[in-house]
């Protein structure tokens, strides 16, 4: 039974700065690639960042250089650090994984005010 719980959204301001975690089980984490997502309000859900098991990296064009995504296999958890956050990085995280089918979690609300 894969689950993912996403945490450390919250209120930033612009050019501020917060650190989601996403915590997994069912899974043998160590050999699975974590992605991120983001939906924001009226918008069709966008992939932001993956990391594969080898810790190999890709992230959205508008994000790179801010964000920056990461793994603890020993905790099961991949992180997303956002820096120099925009009003544009508003919307529910989220993160996924493949098993037979993708996995998702249940996400976490970030806003970034002007």
């Known amino acids: 039974q894969v689950h993912l719980v996403e945490s450390g959204g919250g209120l930033v301001q612009a050019g501020g700065s917060l650190r989601l975690s996403c915590a997994a089980s069912g899974i ?4 699975h ?3 991120w997502y983001r939906q924001a309000p009226g918008k069709q859900r966008e992939w932001v960042a993956t990391i594969s098991s080898s810790e190999g990296t890709n992230y959205v064009e508008s994000v790179k250089g801010r964000f ?5 296999n020993t905790k099961s958890t991949v992180y997303l650090q956002m820096n120099s956050l925009e009003p544009e990085d ?3 995280y989220y993160c996924s994984t493949f098993r037979m ?4 979690g249940q996400g976490t609300q970030v806003t970034v005010s002007s």
């Open 68 to 72: 920056t995504i990461s793994r603890d």
């Open 28 to 31: 043998i984490f160590s050999v």
């Open 90 to 92: 508003t919307g529910v």
């Open 101 to 104: 089918r993708q996995y998702w």
């Open 33 to 35: 690639a974590m992605n």
